[in-house]
């Protein structure tokens, strides 16, 4: 897919994610969210989730994206989020950036309080 900007560089369980990203993530704290915007398809406005995910705290850019169950990459100040997605001519959608989310947009002008890296461990059976 081509996303201008986007390099992802997945990483696996949270003492890795903590270990390259918790002090710049702490560092939001205070910020208040200016912005976002996702990828969804033109014809149907779906949400595509397998693209990054970018929250704009006061012009510091978070870009987040998972990958398979475990891999998170986070990126910072990277994805042209005004250029137009390429690479899907051959698909019958058509991604584009969408700064519009019933789900964010409640949030927008908030201020980030904390940062928190949750892990989802499946109970024992």
Not at 27 to 36: E, I, S
Not at 44 to 72: I, M, R, S, T, Y
């Amino acid at each position: 897919m081509g996303i201008s900007g986007f390099a992802p560089f997945f990483l696996v369980g949270i003492d890795a994610v903590r270990q390259a990203h918790g002090p710049r993530l702490a560092a939001l704290a205070g910020r208040r969210l200016t912005g976002f915007a996702l990828v969804r398809f033109a014809e149907d406005g779906d949400w595509f989730a397998d693209c990054p995910v970018v929250l704009d705290f006061d012009g510091v850019q978070v870009e987040l994206c998972h990958w398979k169950l475990d891999e998170l990459s986070i990126g910072w100040d990277t994805i042209d989020t005004a250029a137009t997605v390429t690479g899907w001519e051959w698909f019958e959608l058509t991604p584009r950036w969408s700064r519009s989310d019933e789900r964010l947009e409640p949030f927008v002008g908030q201020e980030l309080r904390e940062t928190a890296l949750l892990e989802l461990r499946p109970a024992e059976q």
